[in-house]
């Protein structure tokens, strides 16, 4: 990971600023929701014990049945098309029984299905027989008393309810009704008038095929929403609120208020902020389908905790865009027991458009300084990579592939050497090491020059003290030691010369002028002088069949490919083959020489082209000694070349080459 990207990475850290903040403004709406909540559960509590109070006409508790408010006529006809609306809270009755109830201005209306597969039918006149028969029980009860009735039929139509038993004032001893059946069971539909003012109502239904008792019917009061105790309630509940009152099953009976969703004095949220805090901060939001108005009966979880005695709120989502809805269900006590169930709803948008206010300024804040913050650090991160890559660079200009260093700073200097930091005393201690190392690499390269130099005289003294003590009379057992001694006078010569040769070389191939020369001759023409001296040796050179012309001096490379020639020559067996190539590259050419025989070191690897560096045999006493000067000279040819020498093992291990990569040398301006 470079260092731009790590401080990139301590950049992005700064994101823990605006997460704490989004933590602690989450924190603060749910405090003020759960504020809220408290306050309109506590008003929800004083509504509920005013109903009771003031005696408001609750229900008792126990079941019911309820009758739904409509708005347009219901046509008696036997079939279930005007019930639609009304089929999903529809009551059950008996185990095979569907009722429904509805109400408007001119009566009490009644929809009942039985299923019956197999329809045992009776006519109704004929007394006991029509009891046996699948028929539906209706008991209708008011101040007076219950009345019971029964409706039956063996065919589709309009049928008549008959009372059985003694009449009972206020209730009729017949009425109309409808009666449809098909495969699946039979359905009975009537109307009763309003002005039966009924209490109680029954309903049974008999099906022959399974038995029971014939005249079984579950008779309970009669609810329905009651506008007296709305407007008792709108004027208990308080502003802005909607109230609605719930029997213990949670039917509707009485609504007061609507929720207030227009815009307030702090404006309409926008899309973008509604889906803030829809999706940042309001994550306890209830679905708001459970919570329709227009519905008669509520059954969610929250009504049925708050019926079985626990007050409770809850926050759902508002139908119009950035608003949310609280609402508090608490029970209605009487005498102990559960009247019902008081629900208030309050529609809030400065919960949303505060919270939002805040996120919204506390993420541009932390955005805002998070940008500065992480431009801040990425200049600097750039500014010191920058930096640091030039003392790379310096580093790399003043140290060749040999190790030497030619101390080629920029404007003579080490950079940055003047800079007051961290980087500019590290630029300092690497100019004070590089000279130190750049000097004492000088001294050693001219070490060779100047211990031939210094050597030749006490080689001279040593070798005519030798001479004279040939002319002394020696004992003969001092003759052996005497010959020792001109051996190592004569190695030591032998070395001082060859010091001096390649010092001579030195500045030779540094003072070589370079000339515009066909490459491909220049080999050619060196593998034709090298074929008497291979001998049994198989020589191979190949060409590139196009000429390759370069600016380079030949003689220096002539030199080289000598020196190349003798190291591999030496190494080859005697059956043995050699391999001189020539090949085009990139701004210039390569030579590579390959021969057969041992592998290279590893240990030797990058030390072959240094002076004074052989891997041959250790020369026996009167040979003359093998200084490995040879690759040292490739080196400094193809370095005055711009290029590099470089040995490896071939691949199929049969041997090693040595390649001499040249470019081009500079052409001089008259």
């Known amino acids: 990971m470079t260092l731009r990207h790590k401080l990139l990475l301590v950049a992005l850290c700064t994101l823990a600023l605006p997460v704490a903040g989004w933590l602690y403004v989450r924190q603060m709406e749910a405090l003020l929701r759960e504020g809220q909540a408290q306050a309109l559960i506590a008003s929800a509590r004083a509504v509920a ?354 190790g030497r260093l030619d101390g080629l700073f920029e404007c003579g200097r080490f950079p940055m050497t003047d800079a007051p930091d961290e980087i500019g005393d590290l630029a300092r201690s690497f100019e004070r090491l590089f000279e130190a190392v750049g000097g004492y690499t000088d001294y050693l390269r001219t070490l060779a020059s100047k211990l031939s130099h210094e050597l030749n005289t006490p080689l001279a003294i040593v070798k005519s003290s030798l001479d004279n003590l040939e002319h002394a009379e020696l004992p003969p057992d001092a003759q052996p030691y005497l010959a020792r001694a001109r051996d190592g006078v004569a190695r030591l010569g032998a070395l001082v010369r060859a010091m001096s040769e390649a010092s001579r070389m030195e500045r030779a191939i540094a003072a070589a002028e370079p000339e515009d020369v066909d490459l491909r001759e220049v080999v050619r023409g060196c593998a034709e002088a090298y074929r008497p001296l291979a001998g049994a040796r198989r020589l191979d050179c190949v060409l590139p069949d196009a000429p390759l012309h370069l600016h380079c001096a030949p003689e220096p490379i002539a030199q080289a490919l000598d020196k190349l020639f003798d190291n591999a020559l030496s190494f080859t067996p005697p059956d043995g083959w050699l391999r001189l190539s020539l090949r085009a590259v990139d701004g210039g050419a390569e030579i590579e020489l390959a021969n057969q025989g041992p592998p290279l070191p590893a240990a030797m690897a990058g030390r072959l082209f240094d002076s004074l560096v052989s891997l041959r045999d250790k020369a026996t006493p009167g040979d003359a000694p093998h200084l490995g000067l040879g690759l040292y000279v490739v080196r400094l040819v193809a370095e005055r070349h711009g290029g590099e020498a470089s040995a490896r093992n071939l691949d199929d291990g049969s041997g090693v080459a040595f390649r001499l990569r040249l470019h081009a040398m500079p052409r001089q301006r008259l």
């Open 49 to 402: 014990r005013s109903l009771v109070v003031t005696h408001a006409g609750l229900p008792q508790g126990g079941a019911a049945w309820y009758a739904e408010q409509v708005l347009n006529p219901i046509t008696v006809d036997g079939y279930g098309d005007d019930w639609a609306p009304l089929t999903p809270w529809s009551q059950p009755f008996g185990t095979r029984g569907k009722l429904l109830l509805a109400e408007d201005a001119s009566g009490l209306y009644l929809y009942a299905e039985v299923r019956d597969t197999r329809r045992t039918r009776a006519d109704a006149q004929d007394g006991a027989n029509a009891q046996a028969a699948d028929h539906l029980n209706l008991v209708l009860g008011n101040a007076a008393g219950t009345q019971r009735y029964l409706l039956e039929s063996d065919a589709p139509g309009a049928i008549t309810a008959r009372a059985l038993g003694p009449a009972v004032a206020g209730l009729p001893a017949e009425f109309p009704a409808q009666w449809q059946e098909d495969g699946s069971g039979f359905r009975v539909e009537l109307r009763l008038p309003r002005s039966l003012r009924l209490q109680t109502l029954g309903i049974g239904a008999y099906v022959a095929e399974a038995g029971g008792d014939r005249m079984a019917a579950e008779t309970r009061p009669l609810l329905a929403y009651s506008n007296g105790l709305s407007r008792e309630l709108e004027s208990l509940a308080p502003d802005h609120v909607q109230a609605r009152v719930l029997s213990p099953q949670g039917w509707l009976l009485a609504r007061s208020g609507r929720l207030d969703t227009a815009p307030g004095a702090h404006g309409q949220p926008g899309w973008f902020a509604s889906l803030v805090y829809r999706s940042l901060l309001a994550t306890r939001l209830e679905d708001a389908n459970l919570w329709a108005e227009d519905v008669p009966r509520l059954d969610t979880p929250e009504v049925l905790r708050a019926r079985a005695g626990q007050p409770v709120s809850v926050w759902r989502s508002g139908e119009e865009r950035g608003s949310v809805v609280l609402s508090a269900a608490v029970p209605i006590e009487q005498n102990g027991q559960l009247a019902g169930v008081l629900l208030l709803e309050q529609a809030s948008r400065a919960v949303p458009l505060l919270a939002n206010r805040a996120l919204l300024g506390l993420l541009l804040t932390s955005f805002g300084v998070l940008l500065v913050a992480g431009a801040i650090l990425l200049l600097f991160a750039t500014r010191l990579s920058l930096r640091l890559g030039r003392l790379r660079n310096a580093a790399e200009r003043a140290q060749l592939s040999d």
